[in-house]
């Protein structure tokens, strides 16, 4: 498997996927995994999700911004994990980005709900496997 | 959700799944996920695996034994996290449990083939999700 091959069939990967596995440091060091809905992706290099202020993901990103994004294909032994970093954003223009129709029922007051926080995944390095081929590279 | 109910459910979602998601820290304490085989489970309190004596994770373990396992049902929105330790086994017994027909494929010198090494997670806590609710528990 090629650099390019590796690239394209990790893209592809990540567009059919809906979910990922957001990997983080709890307060004490300890990984900690959660499953998340990718809202957008820019290339392989940046994963858009949100959350709740409030909730334990963002009070650990605040903490550490160290994490991992996994993308997996439990049908044909196939992944991709990016290691890189979160950045937790408050801003006007990122709220409106990742805003979805029905999120009101989860944030009341709308696009700028104090409880609403967008997360922006920015990947360092890229690992894709598939079968028994793996390969390592600059996402 | 009560705990007996989230336990249920939290167990068939573990017999059901072939594919576990395991946490780990690398050696600069950066989280890193990888899909593994669930090999064998004992209630929630211990996940059995078998790895490359050489790999990554084996050395991450050694470094630092905190793990989380992850198990996920994507269609329904459905997630269970262990939290707890992986112990790094090459004991006779433990490696002929964890061994599989076909393995050989893998470890040419057999079961005591010196990459051959099965892990054995602990869990001392565990998370249970189903949509929107959400339980933590003893394992």
Redesign the interface.
Known sequence: MKGVEARRKALALVERS??A?V???SGD???????MLKMETEDLKTVWFSTNTSSKRVAQFREDP???V?F?D?SD?M?L?L?GQVKILSDPESRQRIWREGYETYYPLGVSDPDYTVLRFSAASANYYHQIDNLTFEP
Chains 1, 2 share one sequence.
Do not use: D, E
């Open positions: 809906g979910i596995l990997g983080s440091n060091g300890h990984p900690w995994i959660k499953a160290r994490a991992c996994y997996v439990f032994w992944g994990m290691i």
